[in-house]
Structure formats: C-alpha cells, structure tokens
T-cell receptor, first 113, second 111 residues
Framework: SAVISQKPSRDICQRGTSLTIQCQVDSQVTMMFWYRQQPGQSLTLIATANQGSEATYESGFVIDKFPISRPNLTFSTLTVSNMSPEDSSIYLC??????????FGPGTRLLVL | GENVEQHPSTLSVQEGDSAVIKCTYSDSASNYFPWYKQELGKGPQLIIDIRSNVGEKKDQRIAVTLNKTAKHFSLHITETQPEDSAVYFCAASILGNQFYFGTGTSLTVIP
C-alpha cells in the first residue's frame, strides 16, 4: 500500500481566487493522478501527473484551469484557478506503482463562495 | 472507452444480513476489478480486488466474483456490521491504464 497525505484537508475560498493542493506519498510511485468528486457523485479523472513533463488531461479539463506539477516521484500539486462555485468538490490524489492498484489520499474538500 | 454501471445506488440491510453490489463493464479487454469503500469525510480505500484470471476471491466477510463472459462482477459482504455503512465504488481497468469507476452504492447497515 501507500501512505498519502493531502494539504489542505479542506478550505473555503472566494470566487476568482486560486487554491493549490499538495499531495505527498511516503515512497516513490510510478503514477500520480488527480480526481474530482462532486457531492454524492463518482470519481472523475482530471489528469495524470507526469514527472518531469506536462500533465495529461482528460476531456473537459484544461491546463489553464487545473495546472499540475510533479517535480519528483513522491510529490504533486494541483491548482484550481479562477474558482467559481461550480468548482466546489472533493479533490483526490491517487498513486499507483507499476503493476499495482491505485491508492487514494484523504481528499481536499473545497467550498467556493 | 470503458463504461461501468453499478447497482443498486442505495442499499439498506439489517445488521447480520448479507449485502450484494453488482457492476457491469463494457470492454472485454479489462482485466482488473477493484472495489473501494469510502466513509464520510475520507478518501476511497481499497477493500478487495480481482484479476481476470480468477473467478472469485474472498477476504474474511468480503468476497468478489467475476463473470468474464457476461462482463459483470459483484461484491458480497456477509454478516454485515454498522461499520460497513459507507459508499462503495467498483472500477474496471486494463491494469496499468486508466481506472473507470461505477457510480457508487450507498450502503446502510441498520443495527
């Protein structure tokens, strides 16, 4: 398994501002992912964070809105830019080692007013 | 791409009874099927998984069955306890590739 931490655990933000969420894992992993989970809904993949290169975004998500960094094999950040109330969600980081399953962090609960 | 359907969306059982959650998938190439449990205010936690070369896997009160021909897999929880109350998600993938998640089942175990 993997021990994953996310910061902040929750936040309340004003519209138009940006928030950066950090994901730290206790050992090196091959893959890191960012998901969004809207209230009462399933998990939607935002992007795959690639170490040393630009993230790979899923349809409907763009780099300008959700810039992602992954400077090494244990850390990644997701920024939610120019926030609106529609961005209120749980943002989840997950990690995967080659040939293994995905493990999720505890999530960041974001409320945009 | 893969499409995963999950039923039921909500499930209430009496403590001690069994609970069954079913998922179907569309891509016959999928070979890995994990189940996650998400408690309120927490991230999803892997509880059991199965690969396509196995038909059934059991871990204490939890079991998963896979029917590759029919492209469906199920989670079975026996002797349910109040702490089993949570939202359960199934997923399907070709291992090493994107996970496709079901829509979730909210399980309530009534003491």
């Amino acid at each position: 398994s993997a021990v994953i931490s996310q910061k902040p655990s929750r936040d309340i933000c004003q519209r138009g501002t940006s928030l950066t969420i950090q994901c730290q894992v206790d050992s090196q992993v091959t893959m890191m992912f960012w998901y969004r989970q809207q209230p009462g809904q399933s998990l939607t993949l935002i992007a795959t964070a690639n170490q040393g290169s630009e993230a790979t975004y899923e349809s409907g998500f763009v780099i300008d809105k959700f810039p992602i960094s992954r400077p090494n094999l244990t850390f990644s950040t997701l920024t939610v830019s120019n926030m609106s109330p529609e961005d209120s969600s749980i943002y989840l980081c997950s990690v995967e080692r080659e040939g293994e399953t995905q493990y999720f962090g505890p999530g960041t609960r974001l409320l945009v007013l | 791409g893969e499409n995963v359907e999950q039923h039921p969306s909500t499930l209430s059982v009496q403590e001690g009874d069994s609970a069954v959650i079913k998922c179907t998938y569309s891509d016959s190439a999928s070979n890995y099927f994990p189940w996650y449990k998400q408690e309120l205010g927490k991230g999803p936690q892997l509880i059991i998984d199965i690969r396509s070369n196995v038909g059934e896997k059991k871990d204490q009160r939890i079991a998963v069955t896979l029917n590759k021909t029919a492209k469906h897999f199920s989670l079975h929880i026996t002797e349910t306890q109040p702490e089993d109350s949570a939202v359960y998600f199934c997923a399907a993938s070709i291992l090493g590739n994107q996970f496709y998640f079901g829509t979730g089942t909210s399980l309530t175990v009534i003491p």
